[in-house]
């Protein structure tokens, strides 16, 4: 499994911003997936993740109602929608996917090292 991030940029307080994640490998029931931002000098931490069911989703309380998860499974593809971005948004978002849930798996962490493949990253500002 290979992540590749996009989407990333400068964005306006209250402004939106898609990011995009291309996956190559296993199809992805196989694998559950989400999306982790790290700031300058803070720990690595989940903002949404979905699992390789797609049944369940979760969200951080920091961008519940904000950030919405999506996924293409033809495409492989999984999206974040971001809105009404805030300045204490900015951070690198990472891709990262929990090839150990298993085929079809409810089961959905929220750890960062539980997801042993992550993409480069994509910087996203959040500034006037």
């Known amino acids: 499994l290979q992540l590749v991030e996009s989407g990333g940029g400068l964005v306006q307080p209250g402004g939106s911003l898609r990011l995009s994640c291309a996956a190559s490998g296993d199809p992805m029931d196989y694998y559950a997936i989400g999306w982790f931002r790290q700031a300058p000098g803070k720990e690595r931490e989940a903002g949404s993740c979905m699992s390789s069911s797609a049944k369940i989703i979760k969200n951080s309380d920091s961008v519940k109602g904000r950030f919405t998860i999506s996924r293409d499974r033809g495409e492989k593809m999984l999206y974040l929608q971001m809105n009404n971005l805030k300045p204490e948004t900015t951070a690198i978002y990472y891709c990262?996917?929990?090839?150990?849930?298993?085929?079809?798996?409810?089961?959905?962490?929220?750890?960062?090292?539980?997801?042993?493949?992550w993409g480069r990253g994509s910087q996203v500002t959040v500034s006037s």
């Open positions: 990262q996917g929990d090839t150990s849930t298993g085929y079809m798996s409810d089961y959905l962490s929220m750890t960062s090292g539980e997801y042993a493949i």
